[in-house]
């Protein structure tokens, strides 16, 4: 299983960015994803999380309405749609991948459940 993110750079506050998280070695629709990021000096913190089928969604209190998770299954790609960005939104971003088998309308938010991780692309937000 490999995980790729993909899309981080630098933006002004109040711009967007997409991240991108290409999968192989997997069937996507088995799988709930989660994106997650970690602030120097800080503990990596759910962003949001999408379940195998998409019809599930959550967000963080504090992206909420600014974020939004999204995935294809036929491309094997989860992606996070990053809008109104703030500078404290400035952090390496991490999509990871957990197994869910048929049970494709569970949503895990849980850093520890999660057992495949992309290796982080960094967002840095500008004030």
């Known amino acids: 299983v490999q995980l790729q993110a993909s899309g981080g750079g630098l933006v002004q506050a109040g711009g967007s960015l997409r991240l991108s998280c290409a999968a192989s070695?997997?069937?996507?629709?088995?799988?709930?994803f989660g994106w997650f990021r970690q602030a120097p000096g800080k503990e990596r913190e759910t962003v949001s999380c999408?379940?195998?089928?998409?019809?599930?969604?959550y967000y963080a209190d504090s992206v909420q309405g600014r974020f939004t998770i999204s995935r294809d299954n036929a491309m094997n790609a989860v992606y996070l749609q990053m809008d109104s960005l703030k500078p404290e939104d400035t952090a390496v971003y991490y999509c990871?991948?957990?197994?869910?088998?048929?049970?494709?309308?569970?949503?895990?938010?849980?850093?520890?459940?999660?057992?495949?991780w992309g290796q982080g692309t960094l967002v840095t937000v500008s004030s």
């Open positions: 070695g997997i069937t996507l629709r088995y799988y709930a």
């Open positions: 999408i379940s195998g089928g998409g019809g599930e969604t």
């Open positions: 990871a991948a957990l197994f869910t088998g048929s049970g494709d309308t569970i949503v895990v938010i849980t850093t520890t459940h999660y057992n495949y």
